[in-house]
């Protein structure tokens, strides 16, 4: 699943960063780093953008950019039955 498919506060892992050239170095300069855990806080009323919790802080991010993003849930996701 990518992240901006991710349900609203549930927590997962980030897998890989796709994207090219400058679009991906700046995910990673964000600090969308595989195996970094991320969590969604909000959505915008029309969808986009989507406010992220990652690494201690809040960031908000277009959900063009959210869909080069694969994550998985978490196993703490998982245990508290959060729809995946």
Request: hydrophobic share 45%; with cysteine.
């Amino acid at each position: 699943m990518t992240l901006d498919e991710l349900p609203i506060g549930v927590e997962g892992t980030i897998l890989k960063v796709s994207g090219e050239g400058p679009l991906r170095c700046r995910l990673l300069d964000m600090g969308l780093i595989p195996g970094t855990a991320v969590l969604v806080r909000k959505v915008a009323p029309m969808g986009d953008p989507i406010e992220i919790h990652i690494r201690g802080y809040e960031l908000t991010i277009r959900v063009a950019d959210a869909q080069e993003i694969e994550v998985s849930t978490t196993a703490k996701a998982k245990r508290q039955g959060a729809a995946v």
